[in-house]
């Protein structure tokens, strides 16, 4: 436990009412409701002793500021006194106790559905805690040794009602005549028997129907297939439940192996895209603002998944600039968000909605533009690029960070080609594209799970890919809050391009053809969909389901003759192999669409130990004897491989013995097991 600042022996709070006149952002008042040491008092390294902060933002935003005017339904807002719009959001900051041992740079998580993850990806914490107070919570300490300002806020107001997740409070629209409302939509891929399902994604709250009980207002279909023909479900057979309105049940139950979708009438939509205005108001107030209990001088933003595609949204919606015309954000590292942005920003959006190829689907989250490049589309007749509406001398420097999955689930080719995939597209100056080959969307875990074994085959298969990106992520939020700080140049960019051979349509794969693994003949695509007349102009969805007009081409990076990705960032064991990363899985197992991907899972193949065993499997794969001979062999050649990633910028010197010591790991478990002994482990993990 920290030490805690008494007042009257309870909770110090303190609140911050800072005068309009002076204020330069739109925070207008921070409470804090907890203050105290972390590991009680102990330092980290030359940043001393970090100070933990706990409590609540209070916002104001002007609804007249032409620096808001691309927030939808904020015109509708509530007002206060003062002809602004309120909201308040949950916050908690991390900072170096001694103001000069505060290195000036901010390092703020957009939170993903409400919850912290750098301390667990770039500090190696073993728990991810909402509230982060003991020593496992805090790993090896890397961003608190480094002497950054951590900060985490709320800003997505259907995240679950659980303790610790970060929320922004914010307003409903209302017209002056009466309540907003309109039609939204929830799916399903039922993968096994069910009597009732939610209406919210994952947990998430939901907008709850008009009238339950309105024969007309809401419709129920389901279908067999994504692209399926979808068959309305009687209105007689199915209901929404007596006292929870948000959650629908159907007479036999809903059966596996179905998709479902609900098309249904709701009221009072809240105003969503005050959640970019707030991460961006957060930065200006901590830069800005002399009285600011957090201050700095430089801002870098992370966001994985949902929060990396809210972060390109952020850029593509201009917000890097606050409402006095400022910079906000020096730098963004935009991880696993692919060629995605999201629902952040439209009429009744449900921000955890995210569109994948085999559930949640067609949602607004592909969407042109993808490059930072303004180009046209030519079926739409469209001109758009992510920094057209972004002032340029406020674009942010930028990694955009994406594994194997992204390519071939979250169409991330689409960020460095032409919309019709045929040329590479340079980036920017101000970005660098970082390709971690083979990785799935996060690491899985190892050992894999007798449970995740493929029953089919003689080859091992396993469900599952734990490849280990993280010691490369790390190094490379260094690199970023160095180039953002001095100008120290990173790595250039390293992901697969067309103009190489590296970049290929699926069909183009040359995976080695390991018996009883089926290759994916899908991938997930970004259509040109239409949400009907006023999605584009004032950012509210008249079509559900959409419209699908044609996709856009995905493509993935080329494999060497292991299945592995030869392009981008390889780690130690692309380049010391024992296995195929695969970073695609297959559904089998599932009650159907077995052969569509798996949301967010790749594909592990440890190669054949011997040439006997390669022999008897009909591996085509070398064998683990023939490439290294013993187990001093393979070592020389890992610890090779992490000298190599250290003078390349994407290995730290301090992480290349523990990236050794788990290359060692896997040749234990590969090598010195019985002959048909599987290994045991604890299962995967949902991200």
């Known amino acids: ?368 533009p993808f490059t930072s490049r303004t180009q046209r589309d030519p079926v739409t007749g469209r001109e758009d690029g992510l920094f057209a509406r972004q002032r340029a001398d406020h674009l942010p420097l930028v990694f955009y960070t994406n594994t194997g999955y992204e390519y071939w689930g979250r169409a991330a080719s689409l960020i460095h080609t032409t919309v019709d995939g045929t040329q590479d597209v340079v980036p920017r100056d101000n970005e660098r594209i970082y390709h971690l080959a083979s990785g799935q969307h996060f690491v899985g875990d190892f050992p894999p799970s007798p449970g995740d074994l493929h029953p089919q085959g003689p080859v091992p298969v396993y469900r599952g890919n734990p490849l280990d990106f993280l010691p490369m992520l790390r190094s490379l939020a260094l690199r970023l809050v160095a180039w953002v700080e001095d100008g120290t140049p990173p790595p250039p960019s390293a992901f697969p391009r067309i103009g190489e051979g590296t970049l290929v349509p699926p069909s183009g794969l040359a995976f080695p053809r390991i018996p009883g693994l089926e290759i994916p003949g899908v991938i997930h695509e970004a259509y040109r969909a239409d949400y009907g007349p006023r999605w584009l102009t004032e950012g509210v969805v008249d079509q559900q389901p959409p419209v699908l007009g044609p996709p856009f081409p995905s493509q993935v990076s080329q494999v060497d003759g292991l299945g592995n990705e030869v392009a981008g960032v390889r780690s130690v064991e692309l380049r010391a192999p024992l296995a195929t990363y695969a970073p695609w899985n297959l559904r089998w197992g599932h009650p159907g669409a077995t052969d569509e991907l798996t949301d967010f899972l790749g594909t592990f193949i440890p190669l054949p130990r011997t040439e006997e065993e390669r022999n008897r499997w009909g591996d085509p794969r070398p064998s683990v004897e023939s490439l290294y001979g013993h187990r001093e062999a393979y070592l020389e050649r890992v610890r090779a491989a992490a000298r190599e990633l250290v003078r390349e910028g994407f290995l730290l010197a301090e992480d290349a013995p523990e990236a050794a010591e788990k290359a060692e790991a896997l040749w234990v478990w590969l090598m010195e097991r019985e002959e048909g002994e599987e290994a045991s482990g604890p299962g995967g993990r949902t991200p």
């Open 1 to 368: 436990m920290g030490r805690k600042a008494p007042l009257l022996g309870v909770l110090l709070t303190l609140a911050l009412l800072l005068p309009w006149s002076s204020l330069e952002g739109r925070v207008v008042r921070v409470v804090v409701d907890q203050r105290e040491d972390l590991l009680s008092g102990r330092p980290f390294g030359p940043a001393g002793v970090y100070e933990k902060l706990v409590g609540r933002i209070y916002f104001a935003f002007d609804p007249e500021s032409p620096f808001n005017s691309q927030i939808v339904d904020l015109r509708w807002a509530p007002r206060n006194g003062d002809g602004m719009v309120e909201a308040w959001a949950d916050f908690m900051v991390l900072q170096p106790k001694d103001p000069a041992l505060r290195r000036g740079t901010a390092w703020l998580e957009v939170s993903n559905r409400g919850r912290k993850v750098s301390l667990a990806y770039f500090n190696g914490a073993e728990r991810r805690s909402p509230d982060p107070r003991d020593p496992e919570d805090f790993g090896d300490g890397l961003l608190l040794r480094e002497g950054l300002t951590l900060i985490w806020v709320g800003w997505q107001w259907d995240v679950p009602d659980r303790e610790g997740l970060l929320r922004l409070h914010g307003p409903i629209a209302r017209l002056p005549g009466g309540p907003i409302e309109g039609s939204v939509r929830a799916d399903w891929t039922v993968d096994r028997d069910t009597a009732r399902l939610a209406l919210g994604h994952r947990d998430h709250r939901a907008y709850p129907p008009v009238d339950p009980h309105d024969p007309e207002a809401h419709v129920l279909t389901v279908r067999t297939g994504r692209m399926a023909q979808r068959e309305m479900v009687p209105r007689d057979q199915w209901r929404f439940v007596e006292g929870q309105p948000a959650t629908i049940e159907l007479d036999g139950g809903f059966q596996a192996g179905r998709i479902y979708e609900l098309v249904y009438r709701a009221r009072d939509p809240r105003i969503v895209g005050l959640g970019l205005a707030a991460v961006r108001d957060v930065m200006s107030y901590a830069k800005y603002e002399l009285e600011c209990i957090f201050p700095v001088q430089q801002g870098v933003a992370f966001g994985v998944s949902q929060t990396g595609r809210f972060l390109r949204h952020f850029l593509y919606q201009g917000f890097n600039t606050d409402e006095r015309g400022r910079k906000v954000y020096d730098g963004l590292l935009v991880h696993t968000a692919g060629a995605g942005r999201g629902s952040f920003n439209h009429r009744f959006a449900q921000p955890s909605r995210d569109a994948h190829r085999y559930s949640a689907f067609f949602y607004p989250t592909d969407l042109f």
